[in-house]
């Protein structure tokens, strides 16, 4: 795993509890890295490694999310359009490839896996970084046609707004405090906030009608915008949620080289495993 901070990341017991389950010849281990150690690191693999033939991948996290992109030899076609991975992929020669499966965590946590019904579908997103450019690409792949974005700034959403051009989604930009009056004419929302950033926007919230949350946040939790959501009885996911669903795809990726046959993998045990050691109900 790569990034910096990392010492509190979820990410290595989630990731040793699934190569466990599958019995294979992975270790995952945490490497505090910065922007500008990058470069460094990536021109010394094998040196450092013997050979990439030897590496599964790396998880990535924040800083370096656009700044792996440009050393990887083939990208997915959502880095592509994003410009940020979270995966690579070393393939048998040791060529890295880049993957972002922050997509797929969004929509799984969210259980956004059916294209919207009709069309005028949207999402709205609280922020506007990196995460909140993943939550556009999983609007996108699920049929949904309209970003919502609510911001404090609106000068900094974009860069979120070329990505939802990028994918034909048409766009809006508001003020984070109308949030609550819009809230319930998303099909899913989206707070890629830091912790207590929301905090503001929970008393304002219907009692009512609300619409799948993902919170991603993890820690501490529940935040009061997810508490506040949660007595509504409506749909609320956690970081944690993103985070298993994500590291699900990653697992699949990283152990490709070893599984003769991955379609024949119990995925619902293995991703049972993961959620345990998680904390989180069996998934």
């Known amino acids: 795993m790569l990034g910096s901070p990392i010492e509190h990341s979820k990410s290595p017991v989630m990731h040793r509890a699934a190569y466990a389950a599958l019995d294979v010849p992975i270790t995952y281990d945490r490497l505090e890295l910065n922007i500008d150690q990058a470069e460094q690191f990536i021109s010394s693999l094998d040196q450092r490694y013997g050979t990439t033939q ?16 440009p050393y990887m030899r083939n990208v997915s ?13 070393f393939d ?3 060529v890295p490839s880049g993957y972002n499966t922050d997509v ?21 997103i609280l922020g506007a970084g990196g995460t909140a450019s993943a939550a556009i690409a999983a609007a996108a792949e699920t049929g949904m046609d309209t970003v919502v974005l609510y911001v404090r700034n609106p000068q ?3 860069e979120s707004l070329e990505v939802a051009q990028q994918y034909g989604l048409a766009a809006q930009v508001k003020m984070l405090t109308d949030f609550p009056q819009h809230v319930q004419s998303h099909r899913a929302v989206v707070s890629t906030l830091p912790a207590g950033a929301a905090d503001g926007l929970a008393e304002h919230l219907p009692q009512h009608g609300l619409p799948p949350v993902l919170d991603v ?3 501490p939790w529940p935040t009061v915008l997810a508490a506040r959501w949660q007595a509504t009885g409506a749909t609320v996911a956690s970081g944690l949620d993103m985070l298993l669903h994500q590291g699900v795809e990653q697992v699949k990726l990283f152990t490709q080289k070893l ?13 049972a495993h993961m959620a345990t050691a998680l904390g989180l109900a069996a998934h």
Request: zero cysteines; a negative charge.
């Open 54 to 69: 030897h590496l599964a991948g790396f998880s990535v996290t924040m800083p370096l999310k656009s700044t792996l992109v």
């Open 77 to 89: 076609q959502r880095v592509a359009q994003l410009g940020v991975l979270n995966t690579v992929v």
């Open 92 to 94: 048998r020669d040791g």
């Open 104 to 124: 797929d965590g969004i929509r799984r946590a969210l259980t956004l896996e059916e294209p919207a019904a009709g069309s005028g579908a949207s999402i709205g």
């Open 156 to 158: 900094k959403a974009q």
């Open 217 to 219: 946040v993890y820690e």
């Open 259 to 271: 599984l003769g046959d991955p379609e024949a993998t119990d995925w619902q045990t293995v991703t």
